[in-house]
């Protein structure tokens, strides 16, 4: 594995552990949600990138386009969830 893979590789990886613990340090739901959005999104990106320079495939840009577009729905998702569940009856 060249320098540059494995360096992405492992820049996505703690990304995405990141996003892991602000989910566990943040207190409410709406703190919570994003922190784990971000990390999953970038980390998948970096680590999609560093697979691409490692086998030299293009079904990684198919893997990276279904998370580009559903992480951030569920993300939408989940939050309009939760405020329609606070707002007062």
Same mark, same amino acid.
């Given at each position: %594995? ?6 992405? @590789? ?5 990304? =995405?552990? =990141?996003?892991? @613990?602000? +989910? ?13 959005? %971000? ?16 086998? #030299?495939?293009?079904?990684? &840009?198919? &893997? #990276? +386009?279904? %998370?580009? @577009?559903?992480?951030? &729905?569920?993300?939408? +998702?989940? @939050? ?10």
């Amino acid at each position: %594995m060249s320098g540059l893979a494995e360096f992405l @590789v492992l820049a996505g990886a703690a990304l =995405a552990f =990141a996003g892991s @613990v602000g +989910l566990v340090r943040m207190k409410t739901f709406f703190e919570r949600v994003h922190p784990p959005t %971000m990390g999953s999104t970038l980390g998948t990106a970096l680590v999609l990138a560093g697979s691409m320079l490692h086998f #030299g495939t293009l079904h990684e &840009i198919l &893997i #990276g +386009l279904f %998370m580009a @577009v559903t992480t951030p &729905i569920s993300y939408l +998702l989940l @939050v309009a969830a939760a405020r329609r569940r606070r707002r007062p009856r």
